[in-house]
């Protein structure tokens, strides 16, 4: 490996983050204090040359646009979906991007000469989502896109478990009569809260069909009332679940249903304290007041991939604010 050193060690002080989802690369940079310096987004290559071409161009095209030379960027990392070995930097299974097995890490740092780290796309955003908010001790990020999966933060670090699962609470069985989850279990929490189950379920054409599915509540459609209290339940029980089994004192929601936004967060609200209703230990736990919904457009995803970069070298971004 080359390191870039045009212009000394002290002034390599942009940490870069990219969050590498299916059809785009968010991309920020970041400075040692913590402060955004610009974003950008690229679009994403399919399969693994692709991957790490469009990896290697986001990295250069946000050093052009935010002004700063290649040699001043002193760690990447990457969030992006699949199975991924952080300490390795591989990545295995990531179906949506056409890779079956790469080793991203090494091959980025190859071609760009600057330290990378790769992290799993959900456990980055999480660790982003605790930084930008502020949160301390302890922390969930509940991501409620195609799939439905958490990142776990306490003190600052993701909580892995012992095989990297903490968090997946998307495949709880919370109904063993339940949808048929792509797991191959029965009720899974993702056959209620998650895009992709809620979309099969609802079955009609059309580009949005979760905003279809609200829209349709609205006017009646038994149907689409049904999936939408699905969707709240699900989310409840994911959001009961992170906290009976981990006590985070709050679960940020984010992901590609929270555009729906108030409509959204207002049901799963309603859906906790329903759920709590006959129960005075659960009304003691106070999760309605517990969730907060991910702001649309944060840079979490991407920035949470920027800490993640920082901990491959010895100095750590600290929160900002
Ligand atoms: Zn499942």
């Known amino acids: 490996m080359t390191v870039i050193q045009n212009a000394g060690l002290d002034s390599r002080q942009v940490r870069v983050g990219l969050d590498v989802g299916g059809t785009k690369i968010d991309a920020v940079a970041v400075s040692e204090a913590g402060e955004i310096l610009g974003r ?7 399969g693994e040359d692709a991957v790490v071409t469009s990896i290697v161009d ?8 935010v002004g700063y030379p290649m040699g001043d960027v002193r760690s990447v990392g990457v969030g992006i979906p699949g199975l991924v070995d952080a300490e390795t930097g591989r990545v295995l299974h990531a179906v949506n991007l056409g890779v079956e097995s790469l080793d991203l890490a090494a091959r980025a740092q190859d071609v760009i000469g600057v330290p990378f780290r790769v992290e799993n ?12 908010s502020g949160a301390a001790g302890s922390m969930a990020y509940l991501n409620l896109g195609t799939g439905v999966a958490a990142g776990i933060v306490i003190d600052g670090t993701i909580w892995r478990g012992s095989r990297g699962t903490a968090g997946e609470v998307g495949h709880i069985s919370v109904d063993p009569n339940g949808r048929l989850c792509g797991c191959g279990q029965r009720g ?43 969707l709240f339940h699900g ?11 981990a006590d985070v004192e709050t679960v940020i929601i984010g992901g590609g249903i929270t555009a729906l936004g108030a ?22 736990l106070q999760l309605d007041a517990r969730i907060e919904l991910l702001p649309v457009g944060s840079p979490a995803a991407a920035f949470g991939a920027a800490v993640v970069g920082a901990s491959a070298s010895e100095k750590e971004i600290v929160a900002h604010g």
């Open 188 to 230: 899974c929490i993702e056959t209620f809260c998650g895009g992709g189950a809620l979309a099969r379920a609802w079955g009609r054409p059309g580009a949005l069909p979760i905003l279809d599915i609200f829209e349709a509540a609205d006017e009646g459609d038994l149907q689409a009332s049904a999936l939408r209290a699905d």
């Open 121 to 132: 796309d959900v456990k980055a955003a999480a660790l982003g989502a605790a930084v930008l």
């Open 58 to 65: 986001a990295v250069t095209s946000l050093a052009d646009e």
């Open 40 to 46: 950008l987004r690229r679009p994403t290559g399919w």
């Open 235 to 245: 989310a409840a029980a994911a959001v009961r679940i992170l906290v009976l089994s």
């Open 263 to 284: 409509s959204l967060e207002n049901g799963i609200r309603a859906a906790l304290l329903a759920d709590a209703d006959t129960s005075p230990f659960m009304r003691s």
